[in-house]
């Protein structure tokens, strides 16, 4: 029998202290956020409960591309929650089609499949690579391994935490899922000794965001492509953070020059309104599913495909990729500024940087709470690096104010 558990009524918070409480008391301890208590939101600015305003450095780790509550998202919203916002897989809806239509042809890709958050997106890329790897290149059954890189961040669900070199994500979770090799993030030579005719693909970062926005070596892209050309292996990105125009390309590995056999797209595909995930491909890899093998009942619902879509035309403009690559220049410059004046590095492409605290430094932490009081929100990764991931509807001015409040808080 269970146990009925009587809660005390209580009266909704008028305080951020309160929210926070509340928030600490009824809600599992999975994330350590800033005390600011976010009740409004538009463009690149956020208002908390007490009516003051922060600039937003970090935009939903590139969720919030295109700035909160941008009005064409918004729009496309607004009229499809008048007309149908679910329907399952069961049956055909109005959406569906033009929204993969069109992410492909933005993408330059053959097929869609479409799910919710981005760790749905790699464990489908995942599943749809080894069954390629058993049906189409002849590995073994069983017996099909991805080769990934160190410091990578792919999600947390248990097979993407099995290949973490995080102890954090991984302490605590096991038995871990085999099947993958781990090889130096930017370290070709190790990755060729890594692949093996067991090896269905290479899945990659372009640029790793959780581990400090960190940019590989030049041509290190361009050479795994080639490695999983000699060696008969896929190639998948991981666009999820680097992809729809934050490095100031639609996809960062347009940078190098070259294509993916698979990508995996996520965050600001939804605009920062709902959940919108996707692997985009080749229809040889892609098209090894058959029905019933792999699915979700929210994927590619009415709702995420209209909101989908209205992304897919804002980018298909070309402005936002060509906002974040001059604004990016400009966010760059002045982040190189404060090396040797507090910040050891800055490592980053478009509206997107990692900037290093210098030793003796403020923790990543401290550093951002002391941005947060001076009315700018970012957050640190790995307790010395502050992840600079603006929307791409800032100003310049906006950007010069964020980098002065980093300015002050790192100097020594």
């Known amino acids: 029998m269970t146990a009925t558990i009587d809660h005390p009524a209580t009266e909704v918070p008028s305080t951020p202290a309160e929210y ?30 007490d009516g003051r305003s922060y600039l937003d450095f970090l935009s939903g780790y590139s ?3 295109f700035g909160h509550r941008h009005p064409d998202l918004v729009a496309a919203a607004v009229e499809q929650l008048g007309r149908v916002t679910l329907t399952s897989r069961a049956f055909h809806h109005d959406q569906f089609g033009l929204f993969c239509r069109e992410l492909a042809e933005l993408t330059g ?46 999600g947390r669900t248990t097979t993407i935490v099995s290949f973490s070199t995080d102890e954090v994500a991984r302490n605590d979770f096991g038995p871990f899922t085999p099947g993958f090799r781990v090889v130096g993030y930017g370290d070709a030579a190790a990755l060729e000794a890594a692949i093996t005719e067991g090896t269905a693909a290479v899945l990659i970062e372009p640029i790793q965001g959780e581990a400090g926005v960190v940019v590989p070596p030049a041509g290190y892209l361009a050479r795994v492509r080639e490695l999983c050309d000699q060696h008969g292996v896929l190639m998948i990105a991981d666009e999820i953070q680097s992809g729809l125009a934050r490095t100031g390309e639609l996809l960062a590995l347009d940078h190098e020059g070259v294509r993916a056999d698979l990508y995996t797209l996520g965050k600001a595909l939804g605009g920062g309104i709902m959940p919108v995930s996707a692997v985009v491909g080749r229809a040889e890899v892609l098209g090894v599913l058959r029905p019933g093998e792999h699915g979700s009942t929210f994927g590619g619902n009415p709702l995420a495909c209209a909101v989908g879509r209205a992304v897919v035309k804002l980018l298909a403009t070309g402005e936002f990729q060509q906002r974040s690559k001059e604004l990016g220049g400009y966010l760059h410059g002045r982040l190189n500024e404060l090396v040797g004046r507090g910040v050891a ?32 929100l970012c957050k ?6 502050l992840r600079v991931a603006p929307p791409l509807v800032i100003t310049r001015e906006e950007l010069d104010r964020g980098v002065d409040a980093i300015a002050e808080v790192v100097a020594r």
Do not use: C
């Open 345 to 376: 590095e800055v490592r980053g492409r478009g509206l997107w940087a990692g900037v290093e605290i210098a030793p003796g430094g403020p923790e990543g932490r401290v550093a951002s709470e002391a941005l947060a009081e001076r009315g700018v």
């Open 380 to 385: 640190e990764t790995h307790d010395t690096t």
């Open 20 to 49: 926070v409480a509340l928030d600490e008391q009824w809600s599992t301890h999975n994330y350590h956020p800033l005390p600011v208590v976010i009740a409004h939101a538009q463009g690149a600015w956020v208002t908390d409960v």
């Open 109 to 154: 890709t053959e097929l869609v499949l479409t799910m919710n958050s981005g760790a749905e997106a790699v464990e489908s890329a995942i599943k749809v690579a080894r069954k390629w790897a058993y049906q189409v290149k002849g590995v073994p059954e069983g017996t099909a391994e991805i080769v990934v890189a160190g410091s990578n961040f792919h």
């Open 63 to 65: 969720a919030m591309n």
